[in-house]
Antibody
Framework: QVQLVQSGTEVRKPGASVKVSCKASGNTFTNNYMHWVRQAPGQGLEWMGVINPSGGRTSYAQKFQGRVTMTRNTSTTTVYMELNSLRFEDTAVYYC???????????WGQGTLVTVSS | QSVLTQPPSVSAAPGQRVTISCSGSSSNIGIYFVSWYQQLPGTAPKLLIYENNKRPSGIPDRFSGSKSGTSATLGITGLQTGDEADYFCATWDTSLTTWVFGGGTQLTVL
């Protein structure tokens, strides 16, 4: 069974960067996808992009193009999401989510709260 | 403003049945699978339904999904107080080239 464990709470100033990690256990780095989805306080879910952990190929939502980078380390079965030029409105819980078939977000990490505050 | 439209809230008594609608368009629900997620307070979303009407292992058959045209519906029977949560629908949108979500529906079990 796949399990995803994310890194802890982060606080950043506007203009800074943040890098969130998501460590996967189980057979997760073969022919599957790892998505990043965020949720602002009291708001809905917003898809940021996806990485194929085995090959490293990425696809980002247009809204985040140029500001987000998703990477992976196959030896530690960890994927990363880095968001640059942070703004107050980037304050949110960031989730990684595993998808084997590509038709749904099957397993979710516990979430990482990123707060952007001056 | 979410691409997929859900009612903000629904409510029903314990043991009753409730449905939650998710309305989209020909560029999303009309041509792609719909999935549904349950988010209990303070926790991460959990997959309830995938590919319109399939349940992952461990999800009780009280939860069901259907799709017709550009709309989808989540049904929950035998409501329990533990079902109180936010429910989200999701699918891919070919025009926006992004996954899109409904705004979420808060279920209250009275």
């Amino acid at each position: 069974q796949v399990q995803l464990v994310q890194s802890g709470t982060e606080v950043r100033k506007p203009g800074a960067s943040v890098k969130v990690s998501c460590k996967a256990s189980g057979n997760t780095f073969t022919n599957n996808y790892m998505h990043w989805v965020r949720q602002a306080p009291g708001q809905g879910l917003e898809w940021m992009g996806v990485i194929n952990p085995s090959g490293g190929r990425t696809s980002y939502a247009q809204k985040f193009q140029g500001r987000v980078t998703m990477t992976r380390n196959t030896s530690t079965t960890t994927v990363y999401m880095e968001l640059n030029s942070l703004r107050f409105e980037d304050t949110a819980v960031y989730y990684c989510a595993f998808s084997a078939a590509g038709t749904a977000f099957e397993i979710w990490g516990q979430g990482t709260l990123v707060t952007v505050s001056s | 403003q979410s691409v997929l439209t859900q009612p903000p809230s629904v409510s029903a008594a314990p043991g009753q049945r409730v449905t939650i609608s998710c309305s989209g368009s020909s560029s999303n629900i009309g041509i792609y699978f719909v999935s549904w997620y349950q988010q209990l307070p303070g926790t991460a979303p959990k997959l309830l339904i995938y590919e319109n009407n399939k349940r992952p292992s461990g999800i009780p058959d009280r939860f069901s999904g259907s799709k017709s045209g550009t709309s989808a519906t989540l049904g929950i029977t035998g409501l329990q107080t533990g079902d109180e949560a936010d429910y989200f629908c999701a699918t891919w949108d070919t025009s926006l080239t992004t996954w899109v979500f409904g705004g979420g529906t808060q279920l209250t079990v009275l």
